[in-house]
């Protein structure tokens, strides 16, 4: 079984800046793509960036050049620097990450638990 654990969320003033961390245990041969999503207070859960295990990331517009994703491999953890926070990106964040769990078997999904981020004054 693998464990992604999330931390760093908490309250921040508009204009702040916050540094999520995930990291992964268990039995893992390798991960692969890692994400982070947030789900607002009475709305869906919607992706917020992704990096592959090459580096290569992508983010949703409403986060592109305030947010930046980045992942240790050494440490199967992935982060999420957080800056020029507003009001609206207050929701639970959650990490995702597809692993596999030992050589040549197909790769699983797992989740973390979440963790909150509050933007207010």
């Known amino acids: 079984q693998v464990q992604l654990v999330e931390s760093g969320g908490g309250l921040v003033q508009p204009g702040g800046s916050l540094r999520l961390s995930c990291a992964a245990s268990?039995?893992?041969?390798?991960?692969?793509?890692m994400r982070w999503y947030r789900q607002p207070p009475g709305k869906p859960r919607e992706l917020v960036a992704a990096?592959?295990?090459?580096?290569?990331?992508n983010y949703a517009d409403s986060v592109k050049g305030r947010f930046t994703i980045s992942r240790d491999n050494a440490k199967n953890t992935v982060y999420l620097q957080m800056d020029s926070l507003e009001p609206e990106d207050t929701a639970v964040y959650y990490c995702?990450?597809?692993?596999?769990?030992?050589?040549?078997?197909?790769?699983?999904?797992?989740w973390g638990q979440g963790t909150q981020v509050t933007v207010s004054s």
């Open positions: 995702n990450a597809h692993v596999i769990p030992r050589y040549s078997q197909p790769t699983f999904s797992f």
């Open positions: 990096i592959t295990r090459g580096g290569s990331t």
């Open positions: 268990g039995s893992i041969f390798s991960i692969e793509a």
